[in-house]
């Protein structure tokens, strides 16, 4: 037997971890363009959440720009990257949000946050690529262009489909809800 004093198990200390990004880290890394909605949603359904994304030029910078977005803004309901490039030299990373009418705000914040990682000084030195069309971002226009509720987007979208479904010479579908006063003007009319 041995009259050492026993030790409890403890594990070993891990040295401080200091990998972060730091000012101006990611300068020539990203293309200043945010693409809304060209991806479908891995959360939810698509009417309940916007999905951003970002082209990187760099694996690494994609890994800390999802990262970035993981643990800084508590609206960002998930960031993930590709696991491999998209294109040569191109790799996605993209954050997504709730359907709701801040969501302007909060992209306009996380684009003059950007600033302190990119050559892009703030906000208007982005463009937003959404459903075949790029403009310079505003707060505005995408508040405008983008649905900003699930009912504003399955109106939207049932609006397109019954656009083919016209062109088909198939019945449309009704684009809003039917309250109860509308159900009794159709009930009364036959209909």
Do not use: C
């Not at 999802?66 to 696991?83: C, H, I, M, N, T």
């Not at 914040?109 to 690529?129: F, I, K, V």
């Amino acid at each position: 037997m041995s009259n050492k004093p026993k030790t409890p198990n403890r594990p070993l200390a891990q040295p401080p971890l200091f990998e972060a990004l730091e000012y101006k880290d990611m300068v020539g890394m990203m293309k200043p363009t945010i693409h809304v909605d060209e991806f479908a949603s891995k959360m939810g359904d698509d009417d309940d959440i916007i999905v951003v994304s970002f082209f990187l030029r760099n694996k690494a910078a994609a890994k800390d720009l999802k990262s970035w977005f993981e643990r800084g803004y508590d609206w960002v309901l998930d960031a993930d990257q590709s696991p491999g490039e998209i294109r040569p030299g191109r790799y996605l990373v993209y954050i997504e949000m709730r359907r709701r009418s801040t969501a302007g705000e909060k992209i306009k914040q996380a684009l003059d946050d950007l600033s302190t990682l990119t050559e892009y000084e703030n906000d208007s030195a982005w463009t937003m690529h959404y459903e075949g069309r790029t403009l310079p971002f505003t707060e505005d226009t995408f508040n405008r262009l983008v649905p900003l509720s699930p009912k504003e987007y399955r109106a939207r979208k049932e609006q397109d489909l019954n656009e083919v479904r016209v062109a088909a010479g198939i019945d449309t579908k009704p684009i809003y809800e039917r309250d109860q006063d509308i159900r009794q003007l159709q009930s009364a009319a036959g209909i």
